[in-house]
T-cell receptor, first 108, second 114 residues
Framework: GQQLNQSPQSMFIQEGEDVSMNCTSS?????WLWYKQDPGEGPVLLIA?????ELTSNGRLTAQFGITRKDSFLNISASIPSDVGIYFC????????FGAGTRLAVHP | SQTIHQWPATLVQPVGSPLSLECTVE??????LYWYRQAAGRGLQLLFY??????ISSEVPQNLSASRPQDRQFILSSKKLLLSDSGFYLC?????????????FGPGTRLLVL
């Protein structure tokens, strides 16, 4: 069946640093989604991607739909303390699956 | 705009007791609805999804069941809870869009079975 690998599992960075995380799938997807989840809350959609090669920004966040349609990355520039949380990728073709998440900690 | 509600926010139940979690969506019609479970520090496991009233698909065999009595209402139930049912339960909705759908999550219900 389909598998979705998200890396890294966790990151501990200094405030102001840039962050990059990615997801890869074992099959071709036509949708990639990136979410952020704060403790005790539901995931909030950050960026949605629907076309291979698509590059979309949302403030300091940028995500891209890989041209092979099997991967996507999320970059956060100039991190701030409120970026702390768990970032999930979701993707699929007709049916979504989700990565295990990247836990981000930002040291002031 | 669309909003999704879940209640209760937190629930502590004894083993063997029944369960009913509710999810409602406002501001949209005929949404696809989903129930996920998230174990502590883990990813999202799809439990059930529904494309319409009374239509439920189960993704994994388990102690839980789901129902959709109204277009924008999705209920997760159990007759007898197990310790392993503890977790964070998330409801999500999407607008049916063929092969591409974007899911939006509710605030979640934290269930602790003792």
């Amino acid at each position: 069946g389909q598998q979705l690998n998200q890396s890294p599992q966790s990151m501990f960075i200094q405030e102001g640093e840039d962050v990059s995380m990615n997801c890869t799938s074992s099959s071709i997807f036509n949708t990639w989604l990136w979410y952020k989840q704060d403790p005790g809350e539901g995931p909030v959609l950050l960026i949605a991607l629907y076309k291979a090669g698509e590059l979309t920004s949302n403030g300091r966040l940028t995500a891209q739909f890989g041209i092979t349609r099997k991967d996507s990355f999320l970059n956060i520039s100039a991190s701030i303390p409120s970026d702390v949380g768990i970032y999930f990728c979701g993707g699929g073709y007709n049916k979504l699956i989700f990565g295990a998440g990247t836990r981000l900690a930002v040291h002031p | 705009s669309q909003t999704i509600h879940q209640w209760p926010a937190t629930l502590v139940q004894p083993v063997g007791s029944p369960l009913s979690l509710e999810c409602t969506v406002e501001g949209t019609s005929n949404p696809n609805l989903y129930w996920y479970r998230q174990a502590a520090g883990r990813g999202l496991q799809l439990l059930f999804y529904s494309v319409g009233i009374g239509q439920i698909s189960s993704e994994v065999p388990q102690n839980l069941s789901a129902s959709r009595p109204q277009d924008r209402q999705f209920i997760l139930s159990s007759k007898k809870l197990l310790l392993s049912d503890s977790g964070f339960y998330l409801c999500a909705w999407s607008v049916p869009a063929g092969l591409q759908e974007t899911q939006y999550f509710g605030p979640g219900t934290r269930l602790l079975v003792l």
